[in-house]
């Protein structure tokens, strides 16, 4: 008889940007972000005794190219799924928001198929220790960030000396000695283009093997980590929006100057940027810009700050918003 494991899984916004990877899927940087709650996948696999076939359905369709990406990260991972060839897979999944639009898909996508798999493995009896943390490892050798979904709130991707049992392998949470005043802390995501990014992002962390300007980039983000985790304690937001907003152009500007260069922000990205630095300096309210790997712009702001904020997004002609704010991670739906 089959049987059916359901997670939903959200996506997430870095904060400091993860950007170039050696190895298995290793970050060339540590990492920080901010797990979503709203941006999210709905993933099932149904499973029963087989030979290891697998069947994806995106959106009730079978999607065939997402179907031979999930086949080669399932056989790739044998080692930790072993049960892999001795049973078939049904994988449904569907997203709350447009994927490849620059909101991480891949991030909420892999985590809840992990997510998923791991639990088909502890109901095999297998033996695992720490059931998020091989979630978490899985999710990252899908798509690196998917690695940080898994966690609530605040979470670190990288070995760092500054915390305490990081690691390249899979990420933490980092939520003991977090400000209240990030309790619930909005990202609203305004959708200047729903369509596929010109490059992906695997193409743009390859990108930075040859990027001249990558000892900096990294040296800068690892001095933009150790400012962040005080601003994260303090809750000195002139800090945190000063960090936050260079990173996201950082990593744009990395992609600028890489070779070949390429540029994913729009017009309308830069109109919407430059009205929040006005917004921000006009009322002091402390909101900021960060942005993905694509043109879509994410607005950080206070959650007390809601309705000013809306005044702002309204402003913004002809675009859609996805309000989301700080999350759980993972969780399962049934089993
Ligand atoms: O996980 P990937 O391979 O989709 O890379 C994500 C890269 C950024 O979204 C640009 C930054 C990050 O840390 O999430």
Known sequence: MAKIHT????????????????????????????????????????????????EFYFNETRNEQFESRIKKFISQNKQTLPFINNYNFIIKSKNTFPHS?????????????????????????????????EISYLSRLGSGSACRSVYENVVLWGKTDLINNSSNEFAIPINDNIHEIFNNYHDDIIIVEDSEKSVSSSAGHSLMDTNPFKEEKYKQSNINLEQLLISLKTGDLDSFIKIVENEALSLHSMMMLSEPSYILMKPKTLEIIAAIRDFRKQTKIPVCFTLDAGPNVHILYPKKYYSETQDLINSFNKVSVITDFLGLGVNQITK
């Open 7 to 54: 997670y939903e899984s959200p996506s997430n916004i870095a904060l400091i940007k993860y950007w170039g990877k050696h190895g298995t899927q290793l970050p060339n940087n540590p990492s920080v972000s901010f797990t979503l709650s709203n941006s999210k996948s709905i993933t099932s696999v149904e499973y029963e005794k087989g030979t290891g076939k697998i």
């Open 101 to 133: 639009a620059g909101i991480a898909s891949s991030a909420s996508a892999f985590s809840a198929l992990s997510a998923c798999l791991i639990s088909i493995k502890q109901e095999l009896n297998y033996n695992i220790d720490d059931v998020k943390q």
